[in-house]
């Protein structure tokens, strides 16, 4: 086809813009275009199912060339309505959703939820100490999980998958574990007002203490893949950077945060279930950039596996129960295991069925309205995998939550991903995401 | 989708072309990345080395919808993210199955709430149900092998336009409760 002469524009008003008719064209008006502009920006939509956005994340990126100018975050994608949800479950369903919030790490979020409640009620210097130990350990290793899984898919994100095949195996005996204590591999509920659902099994230490070399030796592997590859290095240093004025101005907290050399730790700085007993070193980096980040993970996977250490000898030194003793709100259930699956033991209904009367309609009404809360709220913080997390509970002295906001850290992580991918390339877009670590069921809600 | 030569053959013949086709299209199905919430984690656990789903042929998940033929909903679906499964479903060139994967997916779960699609058959049609809170990655390896076996028996070329017309029929006819009759008709066909 012979070039078409350049058809009039229609309009005079459109004298000054580029016009090419769509027959063809004489192209080096086109460029002379962009000379003139000087620009050449392009608007690109990364998400929400991209798959290295970490889950349901929408970047919207403007580029010249290669170069990122401007991102923006459209979050909203998984929201779940939880925090609406929960003013209609009673206090103890609250764990059920919570769970669900940051899936990566479930039993971190039901451990500040559960913390809020029994401080509204006062009982929280009243929590058994087995159960509170149980409560670190699992914590602990749900922490070790959490940074697996971040290191992992951030390798996969980078095109390492060898990364993530090996965070992943080393999570499964975590998982093999949690499965044997709380019957459940995610989402586990484990939590109770009051306590911890059921005690451990008689040989889960026995099998936690089996796994623990096992776990330590993945988590050398990943070292090694991570620490030791001139690639994954050339990519991290020196990237995404932001520094500890910026975090602080944008409420950055956790393994973010610690990169910049900040020593701060909920676990240290507000000390919650006797952490001010254990022996741990709270991690800090100086370089401020993604390869600190990741560096404070791998670091702060040894120092949690030596907490579950700790945590290990103790249990095997208290016995006792794991539930308050408090009748109003310890949730009267004993499960064991049936031929039909895990289930109320059939001993517990016995005694529940052949005692008082008065016992069996109180037993009823805990389970069916569930206990009262005095009204008030309270803020309480813990240190989450990926931050601080804070709950604001709410009671106006009812059986539900009257309100209920979580601060999660990876929403308030967002936050930096402008800060930390303008200015670079759109493949380190990818780098800066993944030394946030946010996850998206915690962000939305 | 009677579109190529199989649109030309006879029904009779169609029968055992659509037995190999079947096991063809079986033994490679490969999924698109539409992970939701916490059953994706389960999803790429189940790609990993102690489930390793490529022992089905299926272990490289494609983040292009046109490279795909199997799309595994997995977790809950918000109301803001429907029209964007929808879209990647419409950009999966057929045949194409989809697998619910976890219960807020197959029916919206806890969240039985205003954020949630109470279940993602609202948005795409489902081949195959895999319940649970998150199902465990073998439960997921079980669906989809599960599916292979409706696939391998699927019919082809006008067959299976048949069968899918009158599926859609048929969920047009249902009736929701308190309803005794519904006469809607797909494209205006006499039913």
């Not at chain 1, 459109?14 to 090419?20: I, K, L, P, S, T």
Request: hydrophobic letters at 40%; a negative charge.
């Amino acid at each position: 086809m012979t070039a078409q002469p350049i058809a009039p524009a229609p309009d005079t008003d459109f004298d000054d813009a580029a016009f090419v008719a769509a027959a063809g064209g004489d192209w080096s008006d086109v460029a002379d275009e962009i000379v003139r502009l000087k620009e050449e920006r392009v608007a690109i939509n990364m998400g929400p199912q991209h798959p290295s956005t970490h889950g349901v994340l929408r970047l919207i990126l403007e580029l010249d060339g290669e170069t990122v100018t401007e991102t923006r975050v459209g979050i909203g994608y998984l929201h779940s309505g939880i925090e609406k949800t929960m003013e209609f479950r009673t206090w103890t369903q609250g764990t059920a959703l919570t769970t669900r919030m940051d899936y990566v790490a479930s039993m971190c979020n039901e451990l500040t939820y559960v913390l809020a409640v029994e401080k509204l009620l006062g009982l929280t210097d009243e929590i058994p100490e087995r159960a509170v130990t149980i409560r670190v350990l699992i914590a602990e290793l749900t922490r070790v999980a959490s940074h697996l899984i971040a290191v992992g898919t951030g390798g996969n994100e980078l095109g390492g998958t060898t990364l993530m095949t090996v965070g992943f195996r080393e999570r499964e005996e975590i998982l093999r574990f949690f499965e044997m204590v709380t019957g459940q591999r995610m989402n586990n509920a484990y939590m109770r007002i009051g306590g911890v659902s059921q005690d451990l099994p008689p040989d889960a230490l026995a099998f936690l203490r089996g796994a623990y070399p096992r776990i330590l030796r993945g988590v050398g592997d990943l070292e090694d893949l991570l620490m030791k590859n001139p690639i994954y290095r050339g990519r991290l240093v020196g990237n995404a950077y932001l520094d500890l004025t910026g975090c602080i101005a944008l409420g950055i907290t956790g393994p973010m945060l610690r990169a910049t050399g900040l020593p701060f730790d909920v676990r240290r700085a507000i000390p919650y279930c006797g952490y001010e007993t254990f022996e741990f070193d709270v991690i800090t980096e100086t370089t401020s950039d993604a390869w600190g980040r990741f560096m404070v993970r791998m670091r702060e996977i040894r120092e949690s596996m030596r907490i579950v250490a700790q945590c290990i000898e103790r249990l095997e030194g208290t016995p006792g129960p794991v539930m308050v003793a408090d009748g109003h709100v310890a949730w009267p259930s004993q499960l064991s295991i049936g031929p039909d699956g895990q289930g109320q033991s059939p001993e517990h209904v016995r005694e529940v069925l052949s005692g008082s009367m008065e016992s069996l309609i109180h037993h009823f009404k805990l389970v069916t309205e569930g206990f009262r809360v005095p009204a008030g709220q309270v803020f309480v913080q813990t240190e989450h995998p990926k931050g601080t997390q804070g709950v604001h509970a709410v009671s106006d002295g009812g059986t539900h939550p009257y309100r209920l906001h979580v601060r999660e850290a990876s929403f308030n992580n967002l936050q930096a991903t402008a800060a930390l991918c303008d200015g670079g390339t759109v493949s380190d877009v990818i780098i800066g995401l993944a030394s946030i670590d946010p996850v998206l069921g915690g962000v939305d809600r | 989708m009677a579109d190529g030569i199989e649109g030309k053959a006879p029904s009779f013949m169609l029968g055992s072309v659509a037995k190999l086709v079947g096991a063809l299209r079986a033994g490679s199905t490969w999924p698109v990345t539409m992970g939701l919430a916490c059953c994706a984690i389960e999803m790429m656990a189940a790609g990993t080395a102690r489930f390793d789903l490529s022992r089905f042929g299926m272990e490289v998940f494609r983040a292009s919808p046109r490279q795909a033929d199997l799309m595994i909903v997995s977790g809950r679906l918000s109301h803001k993210m429907a029209p964007v499964v929808r879209r990647v479903y419409d950009q999966m060139a057929d045949p194409k199955w989809v697998l619910s994967m976890g219960a807020c997916a197959c029916t919206g779960g806890v969240f039985n709430n205003y954020a949630i699609v109470q279940g993602c058959d609202h948005v795409v049609p489902v081949d195959i149900y895999l319940p649970g809170c998150p199902p465990r990655p073998e439960m997921l390896i079980h669906a989809i092998l599960e599916l292979h076996q409706q696939i391998k028996a699927e019919p082809l070329g006008p067959d299976r336009a048949k069968v899918a017309r009158a599926v859609e029929q048929a969920a047009l006819n249902a009736l929701a409760p308190g309803e005794t009759a519904r006469p809607v008709q797909l494209n205006g066909a006499p039913v």
